[in-house]
């Protein structure tokens, strides 16, 4: 035993040596295992409704004429962007989201020479994480949701450059169904394709004399046009908004009140029915379509802009029209619409109560509540034109 000590600092860092190749090995098999093979894909997108997102990293750049921080996700999420100028902060949540293990240990940091001072990530409760960018003198700020890999971009631009890149120039109104598609129709023969007509003209004139924007109907006329055309209408003429106009019906008649929707998972089973009712137009396809949304919908991210235009056109409305048509404000919603989900520019879809309800049907006969609707759906882009404006 004594011949072998002085051996034995050699003999224990050629076994040191085996062990961390052994380790290095072990660790970079498990590295690929898990990285590859398109079995281990498909478990993880059958998974990836229930697993939580892990926010992987977060990082920052300067460019020359913006700051750009990225954050680093395991897949796509739904996330709101809020700005607080009392504080100097944009805060980021996202819904169902854990802080992944190298982001734990420098979960707060300061940023120096650039727009954003400071970033902070914080787990609230198990399920979202709150990101927190405190900024000094900003102008506006753009989220920009990018793929492979899967990450959520923000630009921010200094205050000199707070006009937003773009301008909102075109502006598409579309009038649901037509043709022969008359879309709902109550007891005694009033049809949504001549009310939503009605009214999205008179949504153009009041767009194109007060705010001076170019305005496209998707269909000026009786007639029928495909859900399809309707999104390339606003597609191919590089629209800025897209606002589509139906009036609702529901086989129970005293279900009434207005509602604003956006592209999304269905908020609940009447919207879903909603949305299945105007997407009826799609005859071929319709299973391609629904298979595509659910694709979309796996990537489950909120269409920022097109929420926030929701939003304003949903409080215009309760300033404008149910203060003096009483009904109840069904809010904002989400449902798989296709002309929503084909559209690439912020797109809602309104629904200016039911003709199934006969206080509502009467409504929507006059000429003075349909002027109305256009009114509150006009203070509603125009509210929403203005926060741009304002780089809120
Ligand atoms: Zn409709």
Same mark, same amino acid.
């Given at each position: 035993m004594k011949n072998y000590w002085p051996r034995s600092p050699l003999f224990f860092? =050629?076994? #040191?040596?085996?062990?961390?190749?052994?380790?290095?090995?072990?660790?970079?098999?498990?590295?690929?295992?898990?990285?590859?093979?398109?079995?281990?894909?498909?478990?993880r997108n059958k998974k990836s409704a229930k697993a939580p997102v892990v926010v992987k990293s977060i990082r920052h750049s300067r460019k020359a004429d913006k700051t750009r921080v990225v954050i680093d996700l395991s897949r796509s999420a739904a996330y709101t962007i809020s700005r607080h100028p009392a504080s100097q902060q944009v805060r980021i949540q996202l819904a169902k989201a854990v802080i992944g293990k190298p982001l734990k240990h420098r979960r707060n940091f300061s940023v120096k020479g650039s727009l954003i001072r400071r970033i902070e990530a914080r787990q609230d409760g198990k399920n979202r994480v709150d990101i927190a960018l405190t900024y000094s003198g900003l102008g506006m700020h753009k989220p920009l949701v990018l793929k492979h890999p899967d990450r959520l971009v923000l630009d921010f631009y200094p205050p000199e450059r707070a006009a937003p890149p773009f301008e909102i120039q075109t502006i598409v109104v579309d009038p649901g169904h037509g043709g022969k598609d008359p879309g709902a129709m109550s007891k005694s023969g009033l049809t949504e394709k001549?009310?939503?007509?009605?009214?999205?003209?008179? #949504?153009?004139? +009041? *767009?194109?004399?007060? +705010?001076?924007? =170019?305005? *496209? #109907?998707?269909?000026?006329?009786?007639?029928?046009?495909?859900? =399809?055309?309707?999104?390339?209408?606003? !597609?191919?003429?590089?629209?800025? +908004?897209?606002?589509?106009?139906?009036?609702?019906?529901?086989?129970?008649?005293?279900?009434?009140?207005?509602?604003?929707?956006?592209?999304?998972?269905?908020? !609940?089973?009447?919207? +879903?029915a909603v949305a299945r009712r105007e997407n009826a137009a799609m005859h071929d396809g319709l299973r391609n379509f629904q298979e595509m949304i659910l694709d979309d919908l796996e990537r489950e991210f909120t269409k920022n802009a097109s929420l926030e235009l929701a939003h304003f056109t949903n409080d215009a409305i309760k300033k404008n029209l149910i203060s003096k048509y009483p009904t109840p404000a069904l809010g904002v919603k989400k449902a798989p619409f296709f002309v929503l989900a084909h559209t690439e520019m912020p797109a809602i879809l309104a629904e200016l109560s039911f003709l199934s309800n006969r206080v509502e049907e009467k409504r929507l006969r006059s000429k003075s509540y349909r002027q109305r609707a256009a009114e509150a759906l006009f203070k509603g882009i125009k509210n929403y034109i203005d926060s741009l404006n304002a780089g809120l």
């Open positions: 860092l =050629k076994w #040191l040596g085996i062990a961390c190749l052994f380790f290095a090995c072990a660790s970079s098999f498990a590295q690929t295992g898990a990285s590859s093979g398109e079995p281990l894909l498909l478990a001549e009310v939503v007509l009605d009214v999205s003209r008179r #949504l153009k004139k +009041l *767009i194109e004399k007060r +705010l001076k924007k =170019k305005v *496209i #109907l998707t269909r000026n006329r009786d007639v029928f046009i495909s859900l =399809k055309k309707r999104t390339r209408i606003a !597609n191919e003429n590089r629209a800025d +908004l897209f606002i589509s106009v139906h009036v609702n019906s529901s086989p129970r008649r005293n279900t009434k009140g207005i509602e604003v929707y956006l592209m999304g998972r269905a908020s !609940n089973r009447r919207a +879903l």
